[in-house]
Nanobody, 124 residues
Framework: QVQLVESGGGLVQAGASLRLSCAAS????????MGWFRQAPGKEREFVAA????????YYGDSVKGRFTISRDNAKNTVSLQMNSLKPEDTAVYYC?????????????????WGQGTQVTVSS
C-alpha cells in the first residue's frame, strides 16, 4: 500500500505564496511519478504539476506555469509544490498523487494513489 499525506494549505490573500508538502510512505515504488491535482467546488479535478522520479520530466498545467514549482526529495520521500502569486481562482483542495510508472498524462485516472487533500483558499 501507499500512503500520501499533504500539508501546508491555508487561507491567504491574492498575491501571496504557499508551499505544500506531500509525504509518501509504504510501497512508493523505486521509479514513479508524483504529481499535484486540485479540485474546486463544482469543477472537475485539474492537473497542476508532476515530476518523474529522476527529474527527467517536469510538467505543469497551463494555468500555473510560471507561478508554481514542483520539487521532490527522494531521500525523504516527499514532494513539494511552491505556489507564488496566488489568485482567487487557485482556491481548491489540492491533492498529492502517485503512480508507479513514468507518465506524461494530465488525466487523474492515470494515478493510482491519492492523499486526502489540503485546502487552499485565496481571498481577493
Amino acid at each position: 500500500q501507499v500512503q500520501l499525506v499533504e500539508s501546508g494549505g491555508g487561507l491567504v490573500q491574492a498575491g501571496a505564496s504557499l508551499r505544500l508538502s506531500c509525504a509518501a510512505s509504504g510501497r512508493t515504488f523505486s521509479r514513479n511519478t508524483m504529481g499535484w491535482f486540485r479540485q474546486a467546488p463544482g469543477k472537475e479535478r485539474e492537473f497542476v504539476a508532476a515530476m518523474w522520479w529522476n527529474g527527467v520530466s517536469t510538467y505543469y498545467g497551463d494555468s500555473v506555469k510560471g507561478r508554481f514549482t514542483i520539487s521532490r526529495d527522494n531521500a525523504k520521500n516527499t514532494v513539494s509544490l511552491q505556489m507564488n502569486s496566488l489568485k482567487p481562482e487557485d482556491t481548491a483542495v489540492y491533492y498529492c498523487a502517485l503512480t508507479g510508472k513514468s507518465t506524461l498524462s494530465h488525466d487523474p485516472r492515470a494515478y493510482d494513489y491519492w492523499g486526502q487533500g489540503t485546502q487552499v483558499t485565496v481571498s481577493s
